[in-house]
């Protein structure tokens, strides 16, 4: 099975919708602390612990990352190249690397709500692609 071109552009604009609407908390230290909270609170009603506070110099890194994932999913939006869906992929694989690292280290359930659709997006981003005819 392989996707057509047009196929694979949808994907890619849905995975860059589908990132910035989980992302865009992380982008400001004001609603990263919001998301803080809930993602604690969901962990808690998984059977998780509450997570730990961040300090000032968590956040920072939380916001950059949630303001350079912002950026490449408007990007991916408004441009759903292949070749950004390649890399996005490749990105998506190595974040899911980190995240079953950390699920293993730690061994919290929220990590799940991540991992699963990151590394599902990672694979159709890597799905063959028809060449036109």
Known sequence: MQFSALTFRRIVRASGVYDLLVTAPFATP??????????SAINQALGGAALP???PFHVLFACL???VVLVWSVLRIADPQQRFGRYDGAARMLFGTWMMWALNATGE???????????AWGVVQWWPVRKPA
């Open 30 to 39: 004001w609603t990263f602390a919001l998301a803080h909270s809930q993602l």
């Open 53 to 55: 506070a961040f300090a």
């Open 65 to 67: 990352l949630g303001s």
């Open 109 to 119: 359930p929220l990590l799940w709500l991540f991992i699963v659709p990151e590394l």
